[in-house]
């Protein structure tokens, strides 16, 4: 298992980051260390080590927010100079303008456009959006012309309406009006990066807003490949859900001329750390070729012994009329973060274009019997 991404900030990072500050500011550097590694530094978690950073790195630059964004820019250029593939740990510099510049908006916003070139600052605009929304988002939208593509991601990433681990933007997932301006601009931009924004904007957009969505997705359709990407991805959480007017927007159509047989649970007592076996086939029976979305649901055991789905691809692809298929997928039980596993009844069903043919239950033993 991977470390946790706390213990990037450590002693080594924190020694070449002193070598690259001390290029802008004095710096004693057991002291500065001194101050990072408190009696409190092993209880921290990862935004919690990267709010502590920001304010030991406020001791030594300047009061004056003005100067001290002067400050942050010029690191920012050693930084990039040193370390140009490394951005993540570098969080705490636009942490630096959130915590400090949110009553300087006129300094914070061309100090933002610049660390966002280098690490991401979307987290750090979203305060800025709740006090100041009309300005910010205005912002945002002359961003999303920016010539950098990573202030472009800005524009659409930092006001996704359900960006994970932020700062909720409650009027935004209300009425994501202002959202829709900087989302036209980016629809075909050039950068992937920015690209895979935008589709997570709109995937956020509509869990609140579908018809919104589905209205937009039909009107960009056929715009460019860029774009055509962008509104399938966006779309994912409806094609997931099975919603139909999604479905017929991106080509699946009505199976009726699919016969599904033979579906079979090769391990219906599943023993957690192992997996459930399965397999399928399907029968077409039209002569057109067919657009098919194959997927299968698990129907997870909750803790109050209710079951809960969560559906996973298998395939997408166009299939020969007058066919049949036969396919075979495996399923882990194994030990994740962020699902815990119930002993007991559990179900598994085959879902084609949106639609659960069939539906099959097994059982889950936490140790072997």
Known sequence: ?????????????????????????????????????????????????????????????????????????????????????????YLFLPDYVEAYGQENWEVAMPCMERITQYTSCEFAIRPFIIKQQDRTMKQMLEWSTHEHHAARRQASEGCRPRLPWAMALPALKKDPALILPILENLKADSSLYVRKSVANNLNDIAKDHLKLVLDLAERWRGTSPETDWIIKHGCRTLLK??????????????????????????????????????????????????????????????????????????????????????????????????????????????IINGVEMQRKDFQLAMREL
């Open 1 to 89: 298992m991977a470390a946790p991404l706390k213990y990037l900030y450590n002693r080594e990072f924190y020694e070449t980051f002193l070598v690259l500050l001390k290029r802008v500011v004095n710096v004693d550097a057991e002291e500065f260390l001194d101050q990072i590694f408190s009696d409190t530094w092993d209880e921290l978690e990862l935004k919690q080590r990267m709010r502590h950073t920001t304010e030991v790195m406020s001791n030594y630059l300047s009061s004056d927010f003005e100067t001290a964004a002067n400050q942050l820019k010029e690191l920012i250029s050693h930084i990039e100079e040193h370390h140009s593939g490394k951005a993540l740990e």
């Open 241 to 350: 859900a099975g919603n139909i007017r999604a479905m017929r927007l991106f080509g699946f159509g009505d199976v009726k001329a699919v016969q599904l047989s033979g579906f079979e649970i090769y391990t219906p007592m599943v023993v957690y750390g192992k997996e459930l076996s399965f397999g399928f086939q399907f029968v077409i029976s039209q002569s057109e070729p067919i657009l098919l979305r194959l997927e299968y649901a698990i129907y997870y055991q909750k803790a109050n012994g209710s079951l809960s789905p969560k559906v996973y691809k298998i395939s997408e692809k166009e299939y020969d009329g007058n066919s049949s298929q036969e396919i075979h997928k495996v399923q882990p039980f194994k030990p994740i973060s962020t699902r815990k596993f119930h002993q007991g009844l559990h179900q598994i069903a085959i």
